[in-house]
């Protein structure tokens, strides 16, 4: 979708819509109109025979003739409506396939888009806010372009026919017409406009009473412990009241649109045949195309009147598609500013590949299967030969500076080493700048100021893909997909075999607990792995990253409590990965990470002491106070 | 689960038996409702009679060579008709429409509100068997489909049978001799409509489901998006979305192809009753023997346009109402939840002390289950004891100390706080003085001190210092700017654990109760201030009576006694020596934390 701003969104995505499907756009388009023929047919047909049933027509073709001309009147009507209805099935066949089509384009669109978005789109976002995009937004733009598109094509069509077909009739009944009309288009924008901005008031008003009810919700039994009924009963009432309140107003609106507008084309009616019969009585010349200068006749009123009805009712119908549209426009918004996030650029040109050292003990690039180590692949442009370089894992910082908001510094001057096989700890509270450090190495974010290189290679001339592949990291949330355990682990290296996950998981400490499962590797995770505890997620999470064999790991600690017994399966799991690799640990407890070679202590987004375990208590810092539990990690 | 089946079974008379009472203050803007449309329904089919009048007059005067005197009077008294109709019409539709508003947001407010007071009685058995999230769309999302159909029947269930009936006859009245017309075309909608709706309800409760994976997945991707990154997936991920969403495309467009037959087929039927009634309409007219005119021709042609779509408006509604049956049995389920805790007839409001007792107690969690969660429980602690806890998960450790407060009903044997069973006092005089830190612990938005406030509203804000400082939460909450006004965020997320944990203690301690009762609640608080917090309340509360459960030895060390908990059972008792002396479970957990150092930072 071109990236063009500050266009309608509405129009945007009505014209990908057409560019996507152009064919099926021009083919309902075509059929709307040919439908609309069925709507006109009627009232021409009516009038047709309301000349040749008057008494005077009677007398001077005959009966018979008349009969006749009645018959052949009538054939060329149910012509019409074949035709319209051929139109009308097709066009309704065409969107209802088109439509559906775009629904899967949009969404892949959108889909496709939010992967390629940076890590902070995630975190200035909220989880639901995305979702709704996708449940929501989505389908206001189906209802638009499968239904309220075609609707309003037909209608206005047809109204405009009417329309025409009045102003040909006579000039100064259509000028009545028009003023009511007006009237209605007026009264449209003022209730419609109302009761659209009430939709949209209660849509958000919703959405705050889902929230005050999900924390009640999850609150419940602290409630329950606190007797709190009362008083969350008169928040509740406080809440509920407000949205009754908008929630009656967008309504009350929406339910007066229709009686007001089908009235004001009653009145119409009434006043265009009380104009007209003056007109006849007095003996006004008309102003017509069809009937010329003549005077006004009772005909043309007679004529004329059914086409004021079907004239209103469809100009209701147009205005009855104004809260489906504005429904959509706020949809197209939210789809378009999706869409107009700024993807992440890679810019990186070094490959990081999977590799073996074949017999000669050279590095090869090979499949993932075999593979064993890392490697830097270079080629050289002028002999066209390609040499690996063997990558160890040797990550430094020189004077990062970083703000997640440009004038916001959250770090600074942040120099550090990790020579390949070191654990660097970081220590912290929160806030301290822990997990911004991990985000900077794997370019969740990119640095303000200063230098990271990765075996001497700047991180940013790196492939994005190839950087973070190679850096594995165990996250204190396991998120874990829709799919068996063994799916899981392997979502760590794609073609990994059946036999590499359960070396992983064995590795991980997971096999025992997996394999006590009814389904073993089998067993269906679903819904985030819900039926998993804490623990076992983690062991999955370890798994899947000794899966992946990385150089480089970052982990950070959980630090939500799991029992005695399978913390220590879990550290031991973690001690098994660790294993000749460079480490990144996020400490949360102090315990587990005396055997660092260095621990990092940072404050405010600076480091301020660094220094392996015996140095740092031998300096009484605050390290030596975090350890003896005058100050707190937390 | 039995539950469950007997609402699926629930009929709609039961449902409106259950939620009839909702409608409340609102019955007389419901019936008002019902009025006026009655009365707008009877002007929509009277306007177009008086116009048909109106245009017979006309086309007959245009017969005549010269028109009658008082042509004008005619007319005029016509349109004097029918602008009295149509105002009369414009106010009764403005008053339906008003009223309906009412009444049905009305209602759904009272839904609502009843749903939330019915939850907030409920005992934690009951909430147990509703997930959380499964409330929350109960009170969310049904709602708006209980909302809809009360909407729906107060406006076009009425209007719509109406509509067809008072058309019907009208256009019997008119024309009965065309009129057989209808008796062709209306079986022939009905059968159109039954058929396209059979065959694509299957289908949309085939994609539905399918739809709510794919959401699934966009869910999972949008939570791990981390992971997806960190691994480099995201090609993977897009190939995998874009074949679940082609998938679901082609149901989608069979289903959404069936649906767009309703359209040509109404106006296949709707045409060729126009046609028929155009063409043995005007075949009647000239016909001398009947007295048919043009003005009834153009009425007739009204009449089937609301008679169709009349017919196709009852078709949706009862589409609407079968797609929101669900929704309704969900609402109503809760609302027919009986409390399975409630105050007993005679309470007791005064707890005399401290002391606990446990008299032969088992306890299950649901009548039809076989294992016991807690079995042949006894346990006696005096009153200013502090008491631990240990063992695994699944120990039921937490289910021996939710039965002190009441949270559940002991299934044999009682408990006892003060000396009396704890059945017998009024539920919130219990709790206020056995206060309890669950484990799954929340705070709410708003300030810090409101949060407090919730131990004790009476509190003063020396109080809350107080309470505050006993937890070790003074210091890092008076660190914050705002201090104890301090906004916490929904999900208490600007704090961490361990700030949450001690403002969780902080809160349980504002009561002081007469038992305090901790479940795992320093877990994320390092050791040190753990034991600060322990110090606290053993100076400042030492007549109340303490229970400690939790995963670190170091947190129940120096107990009067611990109990070991292992599956259900009470598998030792004792002081820390005694049970490292003489308790294998307890001497392997001791021997596991302290070989990988476990917290022995302190």
Known sequence: MPNTKKRSPLLRIIKDYIKKHPLAFAVSAICVLISAVGNIAAPLTLSNITDLVSASNLATMGTEAVRSAIISSVLILAGCYIIALIGMFTYSQVTAVAGQKYMDDLRKDIFTHMEDLPISYFDKNDKGDIMSIYINDVDTVRQLIIQSLNTIMICAFTSLVSFVLMILSSVYLWLIVIVGAIIMLLVTRHVGGHSSRNFIKQQQMIGGQEGFIEEMMVGLKVIKSFCHEEESKASFDQINNKLQDVSYKANSYANILMPILGNIGNLLYVLVAIVGCLFFYFRVTNLSVLYGMDILSLGVIVSFLPMIRQFTANVSEVANQINSIALAIGGCSRVCSLLDETPEVDNGYVTLVRAKYDEKHNIVECDEKEQTIWAWKHPHSATHDVTYTLLQGDIRMFNVDFGYVPDKIVLHDVSLYAKPGQKVAFVGATGAGKTTITNLLNRFYDIADGKIRYDGININKIKKGDLRNSLGMVLQDTSLFTGTIMDNIRYGKLNATDEECIAAAKLANADSFITRLPQGYNTMLTNDGANLSQGQRQLLSIARAAVNNPPVLILDEATSSIDTRTEKIVTEGMDNLMKGRTVFVIAHRLSTIRNSNVIIVLDHGKIIERGTHEDLLDQKGVYYQLYTGAFELE | ?602
């Open chain 2, 1 to 602: 689960m039995s539950r469950k089946k007997d609402a699926n079974k629930m009929t709609y008379r039961q449902i409106i038996s259950v939620l009839k009472h909702s409608v409340r203050e609102y019955k007389k803007p419901s019936i008002i409702t019902i009025f006026f449309v009655v009365l707008e329904a009877l002007c929509e089919c009277v306007i177009p009679y008086v116009m048909s009048l109106l245009l017979n007059y006309l086309s007959d005067q245009q017969k005549l060579a010269s028109v009658s005197s008082d042509f004008m009077n005619v007319v005029l008294i016509y349109s004097a008709i029918l602008l009295g109709l149509a105002i009369f019409s414009f106010v009764s539709g403005l008053l339906a429409g008003r009223f309906a508003a009412r009444a049905s947001t009305g209602f759904a407010a009272n839904v609502r509100k009843d749903l939330f007071y019915k939850i907030q009685t409920f005992s934690f058995n009951n909430i147990d068997r509703f997930s959380v999230s499964s409330l929350v769309t109960r009170q969310t999302t049904d709602i708006t489909y209980v909302q809809m159909c009360f909407q729906m029947l107060i406006r076009i269930v009425i209007r719509a049978p109406l509509m067809l009936i008072f058309s019907l006859v009208m256009a019997i009245v008119m024309a009965a001799y065309i009129s057989w017309i209808f008796a062709i075309v209306i079986p022939i909608l009905a059968v159109t409509f039954i058929i396209v709706t059979f065959t694509s309800v299957p289908i949309f409760n085939r994609v539905f489901p399918k739809y709510d994976k794919l959401n699934e997945s966009i869910e999972e991707n949008v939570r791990g998006i981390r992971t997806v990154k960190t691994y480099h997936r995201e090609d993977y991920e897009k190939a995998k979305f874009s074949k679940a969403s082609e998938n679901i495309r082609d149901d989608f467009v069979k289903a959404e192809r069936l649906l767009a037959l309703t359209n040509p087929l109404l106006s296949f039927c709707m045409y060729l009753s126009m046609t028929l009634i155009i063409f043995f309409g005007s075949m009647a007219i000239i016909d001398p023997n009947v007295s048919f005119e043009i003005g009834q021709l153009s009425a007739m042609i009204t009449y089937s346009a609301q008679i169709l779509s009349s017919l196709m408006m009852i078709s949706m509604v009862l589409v609407m109402i079968s797609m929101s049956t669900v929704s309704m049995r969900r609402v109503c389920e809760v609302l027919i939840e009986v409390p399975t805790i409630t105050n007993p007839s005679d309470p007791i409001f005064e707890v005399s002390d401290g002391s606990i007792d446990f008299e032969n107690v088992s306890f299950k969690y649901k009548k039809e289950a076989e294992k016991y969660a807690l079995a042949d429980i006894n346990l006696h602690i005096a009153s200013g004891q502090t008491v631990g806890i240990i063992g695994g998960t699944g120990s039921s450790k937490s289910t021996l100390v939710n039965l002190i407060s009441r949270f559940y009903d002991t299934t044999e044997g009682s408990v006892k706080v003060g000396g009396v069973d704890v059945r017998n006092y009024d539920i919130r005089t219990l709790r206020e003085n056995v206060s309890m830190v669950l484990q799954k612990n929340v705070l709410f938005s708003g300030t810090i001190k409101e949060n407090l406030l919730w131990g004790n509203k009476k509190a003063t804000d020396e109080d809350i210092k107080e309470a505050c400082h006993i937890a070790q939460a003074d210091t890092f909450v008076e660190s914050f700017p705002d201090k104890y006004e301090t906004m916490i965020l929904q999900g208490g997320t600007n704090v961490s654990g361990g700030q949450k944990q001690r403002l969780c203690i902080a809160r349980a301690i504002i009561k002081k109760p007469k038992v305090l009762i901790m479940d795992d609640s320093t877990s994320a608080v390092d050791t040190k201030t753990d034991a600060f917090i322990r110090m606290g309340l053993k100076s400042t509360l030492p007549n109340t009576t303490k229970i400690i459960i939790a995963q670190r030895l170091s947190s129940v060390q120096e107990a009067d006694f611990i109990i070991v908990m292992d599956d259900g059972k009470i598998n030792g008792m004792g002081t820390h020596d005694e049970l490292l002396a003489n308790n294998d479970l307890y001497r392997d957990i001791y021997n596991i934390q302290n070989r990988i150092g476990g917290d022995n930072n302190a």
